[in-house]
């Protein structure tokens, strides 16, 4: 069930960012636009666009939320694999993201102190 609902995630997700799509719903709204007129802007009419946009952005939000997930996995374990083969680098980095917000504000606050620190940090903002 999960790679089936991964694989319409990943599809259902490219067709809703895809300009084809965007272009499609632009004219359905011109059309339901044009159509006010002939329906005499009646509640009936308003309330099809307002039920169709409803229904379509609930349904959206959880596939465009199961692509953002899955890519943000990929990039930490992606970022992950970068820390652990570099000699220099902190292994106990790895994983920061399972930290609290306030267990991530140690190493910030020394990154902000390094950036402080920098050659012309203040001209960068």
């Not at 067709?15 to 005499?40: E, K, Q, R, T, Y």
């Not at 997930?69 to 990929?74: L, P, V």
């Not at 970022?79 to 106990?92: M, V």
Request: glycine letters at 6%.
């Amino acid at each position: 069930m999960k790679d089936i609902f991964r694989k319409f995630a990943c599809i259902a997700a490219a067709a809703l960012g895809s300009p084809w799509m965007f272009g499609a719903n632009l004219c359905l709204i011109v059309g339901w636009l044009i159509s006010g007129p002939f329906f005499h802007f009646s509640t009936g009419w308003q309330l099809i666009v307002n039920t169709a946009t409803t229904i379509i952005t609930y349904l959206a939000v959880f596939l465009i939320q199961n692509t953002v997930n899955r890519d943000t996995k990929a990039i930490q374990l992606k970022l992950d694999e970068l820390i652990s083969c570099t000699k220099k680098a902190r292994n106990s980095f790895i994983g920061l993201e399972e930290l609290t917000d306030d267990e991530l504000d140690d190493p910030k606050a020394y990154f902000q102190k390094l950036r402080n620190k920098a050659p012309g940090a203040n001209s960068v903002r």
